[in-house]
């Protein structure tokens, strides 16, 4: 199988290295080409002008784009401009790919009360930010290509330390009262990618990307205080984060057969914590 990993950053790199080793093709579409691993295609381009030709031998495509700011305007151009760009692209090149994945974001969903979410929970963002993903969601569902959008939830990994250097500094809070956290590790991440896009024999329109655990977030910062070896963090208020307050089920990707390396925090942040895995620039 061909695939295009459009904005190939961290994530898309994790899964182009993943297809690669199960024997696929991978052409990997960023500015900053050069940065991506050998054994990758290159293909330098800027989602939000006009694209270079794409390939028109893709089997499926993966969009993995991430705007480097978090504007209203950034997230039109990258995600609903960048991808009305690349199906564009397609078109004109004659590809027809099996599979257009989506790599968006469980904050779609508005939902600030603690309540369960899962794909079938109507899409009301409370961000404008959120409202462009929706727009771009609905872009794909409108397209004549088969398509598949991944909601994810906030991905943690090799890396990404910003919650543990809180904890280290003593500087995280266990917000008061309690607000669930939606978590996926960027591994599982990536293989959910592999999986749906090389295993699945007929995907559905929508899956959530999340583990098997949406927990307090005081919990969280708890255990990582106690695995540092730093005073637990204190109770505080909660200053409203961008994943409101929901928690997120993770049922239809496991009906789909896929099993997570790892299933809660713990696994993912013991992992990291033996720093295990890079970041990819
Ligand atoms: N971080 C989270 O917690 C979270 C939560 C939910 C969903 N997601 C989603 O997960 C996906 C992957 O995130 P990530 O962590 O892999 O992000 P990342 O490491 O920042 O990678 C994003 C890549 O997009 C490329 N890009 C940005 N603007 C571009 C443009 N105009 N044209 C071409 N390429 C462009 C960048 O490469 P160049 O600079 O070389 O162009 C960058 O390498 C994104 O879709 C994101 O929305 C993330």
Known sequence: MKVLIA??????????????????DVVGLRRRA?????????????????????????????????????????YRRVYHDGLAGVLDGLQRAGASPQRVLFVSSTA???VDDGSWVDETTPTRPNSDTGRVLVEAEQLLFEAPLPGTVFRLAGIYGPGRTRLLDQVRAGEAVAPQPPVHTNRIHRDDAAEAIVHLLTRVADPAEVYLGVDEAPVDRGEVVRWLADQLGVP????????????????????????TGFAFAYPTYREGYAAVLRGEGVRHP
């Open 7 to 24: 904005g190939c950053g961290d994530l898309g790199t994790e899964t182009g290295l993943r297809l690669l080793r199960d024997g696929h």
């Open 34 to 74: 050069e940065r991506l691993p050998s054994g990758f295609e290159r293909l330098a381009g800027d989602l939000g002008d006009a694209l270079p030709p794409l390939p028109h031998d893709v089997d499926a495509v993966v969009f993995a784009a991430a705007p480097g700011q978090r504007s209203v305007s950034a």
């Open 232 to 255: 637990p963090p204190p109770e505080g208020a909660h200053q409203r984060s961008r994943g409101g307050d929901k928690r997120c089920r993770n049922d239809r990707l496991l009906a």
């Open 108 to 110: 779609v969903y508005g």
